[in-house]
């Protein structure tokens, strides 16, 4: 196999951890992107660094300068960048009314804003190449929107809109953007949740304000039950980096759960999408 140039941000934790590890186990060339190398993140940081070809780079995706600067400095050092992997995020959910506008532009800023900051950045070293890979963590929650997880769900839509139209820009220069559509996975995402700063507005839905917690019990039982392994998403990853350019499909759903009804989904869209693309006059991007 090749050996690749792959930047992967939020690997603190969950599918990031693992897909770092797993890509320098391959041989590749990791840099392990994550926030507070040098405190909260300290323990994970030291490990990660301490595995070979791995080195870890501190990025916060809200922040443009140092985004910019983390990539420029990979790209002087390797000559090339083969793959971005956008992990970085967080997870809210509750009463949306709740979410105040600060409460959304904050998670808007990681989800949607921080893929395109390491995007841009990314994207003229890929076109100059030839060739490169952007994969973007989206959820299944990117093509259907649950309830009390609406301000986190209109976040992957949101992804999801700029991939999908990135996708058929850049892939006649060589570059394959692609999205991951992970389902529900017993990862530090649910302890790290954001949840609307005005609570006190929660007590006027009654009896509904208690659903988000029941959700969350649910979820418990079903994982307790059907134990869906977070190693499935980076062994998603590792198959789209590893398939030839050109051949990577937009969409990977990696569901154990409810994941024939997402692809039932993209499935349906694709076929009349490529019908519009084609009336538009674009159908050589199908290509």
């Known amino acids: 196999m090749d050996n690749k140039v792959i930047l992967i941000t ?34 994970k940081a030291n490990e990660l660094n301490g595995i070979e070809n791995i080195t870890v780079v501190e ?33 809210g959910g509750g009463i949306t009314e709740t979410f105040s506008e600060q409460d959304m532009e904050n998670m808007f800023n990681v989800n949607v804003k921080g ?15 030839g060739e490169g890979l ?14 009390f997880m609406t301000m986190y769900n209109s976040t992957k839509f949101a992804l999801e809109g700029l991939t999908e139209g990135l996708h058929y ?21 649910f302890s790290k949740s954001a949840y609307g700063t005005d609570q006190e507005l929660a007590a ?10 029941q959700m969350g019990q649910g979820m418990q039982e079903m994982f307790e039950k059907v134990k869906p392994s977070p190693q499935m998403v980076a062994d998603a990853i590792f198959k789209l980096v590893e398939m030839p350019k050109g051949e990577r499909p937009l969409r990977t759903v990696v569901d154990a759960i409810t994941g024939q009804f997402v692809e039932s989904a993209n499935a349906n869209v694709k076929e009349d999408y490529n019908n519009f693309i084609s009336a538009f006059g674009m159908g050589s991007l199908l290509n």
């Open 10 to 43: 939020g690997t603190n934790s969950g599918f990031g951890y693992l897909t770092a590890k797993g890509a320098a186990a391959k041989g590749h060339t990791v840099y392990a992107g994550m926030r507070n190398t040098t405190n909260r993140n300290a323990e």
């Open 59 to 91: 990025i916060d995706v809200t922040h443009p300068t140092q985004v910019q600067s983390a990539i420029e400095g990979i790209i002087e050092k390797e000559g090339k960048l083969d793959v971005l992997v956008n992990n970085a995020g967080y997870y």
């Open 115 to 129: 893929p395109w900051r390491t995007i841009k950045s990314s994207l003229p070293q890929m076109r100059r190449q």
């Open 134 to 147: 952007i994969i973007n963590i989206s959820s299944g929650l990117g093509r259907f929107s649950a309830p």
């Open 204 to 213: 006027e839905y009654g009896d509904l304000a208690n659903i988000p917690e």
């Open 169 to 189: 820009e850049v892939r006649p220069l060589g570059v394959d953007a692609v999205l991951v559509q992970p389902g529900a996975f017993p990862t530090e995402i």
